[in-house]
Structure formats: structure tokens, C-alpha cells
């Protein structure tokens, strides 16, 4: 016989639920009122980037995640994994990224596991455009998807709204610009392996400098037929400079001309003692 | 309700570091455009999609595959008619696997037209379908923003077609040869590409016929050029 639960387990309806979005608009407007702001969704601006070369695919991206004006994660990993043979560079809203990226991963190695063959680039790519598209870019998720399979290395780009670019190159993310001009300038086809890396390292220490949403390290992901090597950290060019000089100085450096003392009388108006919580 | 909600929302986020073009959907602002000659069609377009002001991809292919014998020429939302795209795509095959025969031109147009009427207010979409067929040769169909479907000898589409009715209007003469179509539509695409800031880059031709499709690709510095200023 079946044990009988207390509370019933209700199964939350397919999909997004987005009960939580009323709650929002409600309490930004209550703090708008007070002359508060709603705390943001965290963005990461970003420089992602991929390329093919001769022996397969090298993503890379930077590291930084900034809430509004102010970095929130120093050294974030923008390269999700989605299956052995295939990584995803995430752009636009960190939640969206993250969370699109694993569903796909999930889907992904279920989907394998079905066909009994190793998962396909496009077919991630297809998944995941179907799934933005039907949710007209709200959900704001720009990728770089990029892996090896039977039919060769593959890098796919897929804006938030659902439209995809095959491409031998790509950039996104705020400092996609900036990255964009070191491709243009240096991309040849099938390139050496470290001479890959290196440009791919300088795209993204690009997006680096010359944006403001980007920083801190550049991770490169590389896959090849053989598999995915992940080098978190293979540059760090924005590293914190050493300080030359010492800038304190030696009490009796300034000289004392002159010294005056002014008692100032305090009556004690009121005392109250307030016990610190220190559990 | 929960649609409301979402756009207050987003207003909240929205206003961040990221440059502007960053948050705007991908446009193909486009020329496209088909002509019919005895024997089949030409179809070209040019290749830049844009984010606003950043040309996302330089080298976009804007002809897509329906069929064997039937493609499309997308302007608009670069998400929207690449998902049209795909659902016709299914749809038509489909409906060819059961025919056991290759479909009509006619059919994958009206497909077109079917999706694109019934979701007007939701889509941003105009769509030339071009192709060969046994029963009435090469035709080509429009499908502008709004869902209306259209038999017309030449067509013309996308942002930069503006530019380009004068030369169309001028030029066209009926029961042209394949070489002259093709000149036609370079002519015709590479004056668009020239003053419409949204089209550009290389000029994508094909010829689909009996015989089969036929792809050529014009790169910008072999582009006919006109004015000497």
C-alpha cells in the first residue's frame, strides 16, 4: 500500500513561469516610489568569440560580470559546456546564458543517448534558436556555439531572438566590435593551432581594453576531433600592476609652525546601549 | 497580463553598459529580388544583416533552400523568416513526400503567404518564393510584409528595392535570355548595395531551372559600377 503525503506535490505547468515578473513590476514601482532602484539583472558584458581553424574550433571569452556599472564576478566562466565535442560561449543576461546553455546540454545528451550517436553542432544550434525564437528575445541570450562532429568543425551564432549565422569567425557581446577588427585583420583559413590560440587571445584582450563591460582573463576553449581542452585563464592581460613607489611618509616630515588647543565642552544628552547580534 | 509585466521588466535591465545595437533584433535590410526568364528564374540578394548600426554578418546567405527547385529571398527580421523558412521547409517536404511528385512553386508560395497572413501583427517578413516546376516553368511570387501573395515577372524586395524601381521599371523587357537576367539582376543589385546603407557586401546570384540550381557569387570589387563620381 502506498504511503499517503500530506501535501500533495502540484506539477508546475510546462514552460516558463512568469508569476515572479508581476511581483517585480509591482515592488520596482513601490521602490521607485521611495526614490530606491530595483536591484538589475546582471549583465554580462561581454566579448566572446570563435573561430575555426585547422584542426577544429577555439572559442574564447573574457571574464568579467558587471551589475550596471559595477563588476559582479571578477573571473566568471563564460564557456558552458554542452557536450564532449561541443562548447557554448554565453552573452547578454547571465541568468538566461547560464540556464539556456545547461537545458541544452540536458536536452543534448538525451537526444544522444536516443539517436545512439554523438550529438551534432547544428543540432544544438537548431534547439536552441527554436527555444529563443518562441520566446520572441525575452529571454536574452546571444550564443557562440561551436564544436566538432562527423561533418567537421562548425561554429554557429544565435541572437537572442532567434536567428542564427554560420560563420568561420564570430564575436559577440558588447566588446564584439572591438574583436570583430582583430579577426577581420589577421583571420586566415586553416591556421596553425598556437597561432589560432594567439588570435584568438588578442580578439578577446580587444574586447578587453577598448570596452567597458569587459575584463579581467581570457578563457579559450579548444576542441578538436580528439576532444576539448578548457584553459581557463590562458591570459590574464588586465592583471592589477604592482605599485612602484611607497607613498606614506615619515612622521616629522611636514614641519609644525604652530599649535593650538581648543577644549570643546560635551554635556552627555542621552545613553542607550545596543546589544550587537552576534549569533 | 504576464506580457505586460514582461515589458515593464525588461525596462528595468535594458538600460545598461551595452552598446545599443546589442539589445535590437538582427534586420536583414535587404535587396532581393527574382526575375523569370523562358526556362526558369534568377534570384539574387545581397549579404549584409545588421543590428542597427553593426553589420552582424558581411557575407549572410539570404537565399535559402525550400525545395529542391523553390527558394526564398528573406528581407526583414532575420529570426523570423529564418524560422518561416524552416516551417515551410518542413511543411513543403512533407507535403512532397505524400504527392510522391516535386512540388509546385505555386504551393510553397501560398505556404508562405498562410504564415505570414495568419501571424502579420507578430511577424516582420517580406519573402520572395522563386522556383522551377514542370507544370508552369519558372515563376516568381512575392510575399510582402503583411501577407499578400503576388505572381509577378521581376520582383523586388527589401530595404533597398526604393532605390531601384526606376532602374527595374526601365529595364525589364519580357522573354530576356538567362545571361541577360543575370546582368539584369547584378545591374539592379549592386546600384541598391550602392545607396542603401542597409544592404551590401557581396552579391549572391542563383539560377534554378530544369537543369538545376546554379550559384554564383559577385564579391564587391567585381561589382558592375555605374556612377564615375
Redesign the interface.
Known amino acids: 500500500k502506498m504511503l499517503n503525503c500530506s501535501t500533495q506535490y502540484e506539477m508546475p505547468n510546462a514552460g516558463f513561469s ?1 508569476d515572479n ?2 511581483r ?2 509591482v515592488l ?1 514601482e513601490g521602490l521607485s516610489e521611495k526614490g530606491y532602484s ?1 536591484p ?2 546582471r ?1 554580462t ?1 561581454t566579448t566572446i568569440a570563435g573561430i575555426i581553424f585547422k584542426d577544429g574550433v577555439i572559442l574564447g571569452a573574457d571574464t568579467r560580470a ?1 551589475d ?2 559595477v563588476v559582479a564576478d571578477k573571473n566568471c566562466m563564460k564557456i558552458h559546456y554542452i557536450a564532449p565535442n561541443i562548447y557554448c560561449c554565453g552573452a ?2 547571465a541568468a538566461d546564458a547560464e540556464i539556456t546553455t545547461q537545458m541544452m546540454s540536458s536536452n543534448i545528451e538525451l537526444h544522444s543517448l536516443s539517436t545512439g550517436r554523438p550529438p551534432l553542432v547544428v543540432t544544438v544550434t537548431r534547439q536552441l ?2 527555444m ?2 518562441r520566446y ?3 529571454i536574452g541570450c ?1 550564443v557562440i556555439v561551436g564544436g566538432v562532429d562527423v561533418n567537421g568543425p562548425q561554429l554557429y ?1 544565435v ?1 537572442p ?5 554560420k ?1 568561420p569567425f564570430l564575436t559577440m ?2 566588446g ?2 572591438a574583436a570583430i577588427s582583430v579577426f577581420e585583420d589577421r583571420y586566415k583559413a586553416n591556421m596553425e593551432l598556437e597561432e589560432a590560440k594567439q588570435l584568438v587571445r588578442d580578439a578577446i584582450a580587444a574586447g578587453i581594453f577598448c570596452d ?2 569587459s575584463g579581467s582573463n581570457v578563457d579559450l576553449c579548444v576542441i578538436t576531433e580528439k576532444g576539448a581542452e578548457y584553459l581557463r585563464a590562458y591570459d590574464e592581460p588586465a592583471k592589477k600592476g604592482q605599485r612602484g613607489g611607497k607613498y606614506t611618509y615619515k612622521p616629522g616630515t611636514t614641519p609644525v609652525l604652530a599649535k593650538t588647543v581648543t577644549p570643546l565642552t560635551l554635556d552627555i544628552v542621552e545613553e542607550s546601549v545596543q546589544a550587537m547580534d552576534t549569533q | ?2 506580457a505586460v ?2 515589458v ?3 525596462r ?2 535594458a538600460r ?4 545599443d545595437w ?1 539589445r535590437q ?2 534586420r536583414t535590410g535587404t535587396t532581393i529580388m527574382a526575375v523569370e526568364f523562358d526556362g526558369g528564374v534568377v534570384i539574387g540578394a545581397d549579404s549584409r ?1 545588421t ?1 542597427g548600426a ?1 553589420i ?2 558581411r ?2 546567405d539570404k537565399l535559402t533552400p525550400i525545395h529542391e527547385r523553390i527558394f526564398c529571398c528573406r528581407s526583414g ?4 523568416t ?2 518561416i523558412s524552416d516551417a515551410v521547409t518542413y511543411q513543403l517536404g512533407f507535403h512532397s513526400i505524400e504527392l510522391d511528385e516535386p512540388p509546385l512553386v505555386q504551393t510553397a508560395a501560398n505556404l508562405f503567404r498562410e504564415m505570414c497572413y495568419r501571424y502579420r501583427e ?1 511577424l516582420m517578413a517580406g519573402i520572395i518564393v522563386a522556383g522551377w516546376d514542370k507544370r508552369r516553368g519558372g515563376q516568381v511570387y512575392t510575399v510582402p510584409v503583411g501577407g499578400m501573395l503576388t505572381r509577378q515577372p521581376v520582383s523586388v524586395g527589401g530595404s533597398g528595392s526604393s532605390y531601384i524601381y526606376g532602374y527595374v521599371d526601365s529595364n525589364y523587357r519580357a522573354h530576356m535570355s538567362k545571361e541577360e537576367c543575370l546582368q539584369f539582376t547584378a545591374q539592379a543589385l549592386s546600384l541598391a548595395m550602392e545607396r542603401d546603407g542597409s544592404s551590401g557586401g557581396v552579391v549572391r546570384l542563383a539560377v534554378i531551372s530544369e537543369h538545376g540550381v546554379e550559384r554564383r557569387v559577385v564579391a564587391g570589387n567585381q561589382l558592375p559600377s555605374f556612377s564615375a563620381i
Open positions: 512568469f515578473s508581476r517585480n513590476a520596482e530595483a538589475k539583472a549583465k558584458g558587471t550596471d556599472m547578454g543576461v534558436k527554436q529563443l525564437f520572441q528575445g525575452h546571444s551564432s541572437f531572438h532567434g536567428s542564427y549565422d560563420l557581446g558588447s564584439a566590435a567597458l563591460g | 497580463m504576464a509585466s514582461l515593464r521588466c525588461e528595468g535591465f545598461d553598459a551595452a552598446p546589442m533584433e538582427l544583416t543590428t553593426y552582424a554578418n557575407v549572410t527580421s532575420a529570426a523570423d529564418q524560422a507578430e
